[in-house]
Nanobody
């Protein structure tokens, strides 16, 4: 199983981006248990931005509450992080982590390669 984060780019303050976290190699029968989005800005510690779990629990960091929205369900191989009203402080490398169940491996954690988000005028 591989995980890939994509969708980053350079935008101006107030604009929108949608990041994707795509799982591949899962086969046709799998379950997504947890998806977490992290970001890390230069010189700063990694921050948990948002998390989704298959029991319906969704959490957002205070810094993105009301601006970022997760979407996806436990049978979809791609989950999304919709980012609205972006601010310069959102500039960071964003990456996703997922706990995925497959019949061959069971539940396991996977990391996706990061995607750069730059918010600048």
């Amino acid at each position: 199983v591989q995980l890939q984060a994509s969708g980053g780019g350079l935008v101006q303050p107030g604009e929108t981006l949608r990041l994707s976290c795509a799982a591949s190699g899962t086969g046709s029968f799998f379950r997504i248990n947890i998806v977490e989005w992290y970001r890390q800005a230069p010189g700063k510690e990694r921050e948990l931005v948002a998390s989704w779990s298959s029991n319906g629990r969704i959490r957002y960091a205070d810094s993105v509450m009301g601006r970022f929205t997760l979407s996806g369900d436990n049978t979809q191989s791609t989950h999304y992080l919709q980012m609205n009203s972006l601010k310069p402080g959102d500039t960071a490398v964003y990456s996703c982590q997922a706990n995925i169940w497959t019949p061959t491996i069971g539940s396991n954690q996977y990391w996706g390669q990061g995607t750069q988000v730059t918010v600048s005028s």
